[in-house]
């Protein structure tokens, strides 16, 4: 893993240095120090674990063949474009939510100096990825459908960032919309396409399939991507800052949380008017009220319950698939996610897992190859 991070990392560099002296614009040095900075806080400061899971996803669909040093660099590349994308909806959504920290630093647009320059700084990310796929897939078979697919994942989730923003105008707050439903729609557009979907369709891609033969492949990554909100949605509240990279906010936020949506599913009359009272209010005081009584509805076991039961689900769905390379890959994603709570805990998880997974398929040797 650390040799596959390391060859990640190098492509990073070489993407951004053809970015820095793009022909298509005339940088001045200011103008290419700002960028290069920008990129340097933004793009690679995460887990990169969309990125990484482009080529992971690549090698198990190869089934144990051996990748040439273009394939690597290319599903690096794609993995790239996937973290510029991510970087570019962090950027901006970190703006719109007023949030304060992100991966344990201050947001970009809390940079001194920075301010409202990083929404632009946005629309730079956004647009570097076309000029990276232009750069490096262009004459290649399956180019418009990459155009076409990141194109298509950025308006799915733009449009679920529209859902989740509208459900909280200021002065329009009203918890009675807040369903599962509603929750699900959010978490389907703005996180799931684009966080699982897109990873495993770049690699498909690149293997020569068509997407529309693997709607069912698509369908399993919505739902795990679903159950991965809500896991966010859990840490947002009893996470620990520290380990989770930011601060939780979405109680402040009055955010569409599967905790308070459950919360209202559960709740008696008396506990509906807490929550109609102190849901959405930034003093700690009104906070506390909240998480106070989360705990009295013990949203942690029906967490937990929930968890196990979606576990089950997903597991059923990909061993249903005909196709073992495409349920290594699943099964790949799974592990990753699978109990997440903080980053030791997640990695004792994951290698248990992988464990696991190893045992039960055949394709153990090309599963543990591409990690």
Partial sequence: MADLKSTFLNVYSVLKSELLND???????????????????NVPGGKLNRGLSVIDSYKLLKEGEALTDDEIFLASALGWCIEWLQAYFLVLDDIMDNSHTRRGQPCWFRVPKVGLIAANDGVLLRNHIPRILKNHFKGKPYYV???????????????????DLIT????????????LTLHRRIV??????????????????????????????????????TYFQVQDDYLDCFGDPETIGKIGTDIEDFKC????????????????????EHYGKPDPANVAKVKALYNELNLKGVFEEYESQSY????????????????AVLKSFLAKIYKRQNSFHSNLQYIFLLLVLTLHYPFGRSFWGAL
């Fill in 145 to 163: 459908d990459l155009l076409d697919l990141f194109n298509e994942v950025e308006f799915q989730t733009a449009s679920g960032q529209m859902i």
């Fill in 188 to 225: 389907q557009y703005k996180t799931a396409y684009y966080s699982f979907y897109l990873p495993v369709a770049c690699a498909l891609l690149m293997a020569g399939e068509n997407l529309d033969n693997h709607v069912d492949v698509k369908n399993i990554l919505v739902e795990m991507g």
């Fill in 312 to 327: 089950e689900k997903i597991v059923n769905s990909i061993e249903a698939h005909p196709s073992k390379a495409v349920q």
């Fill in 168 to 179: 909280t105008l200021e002065g329009e707050k009203d918890l009675s919309k807040y369903t």
């Fill in 257 to 276: 949380s599967w905790l308070v949506v459950k919360a209202l599913e559960l709740s008696n009359e008396q506990q509906k008017r807490i929550l109609h």
């Fill in 23 to 41: 022909p298509a614009f005339e940088f001045s040095d200011d103008a290419r120090q700002w960028i290069d900075r920008m990129l340097d806080y």
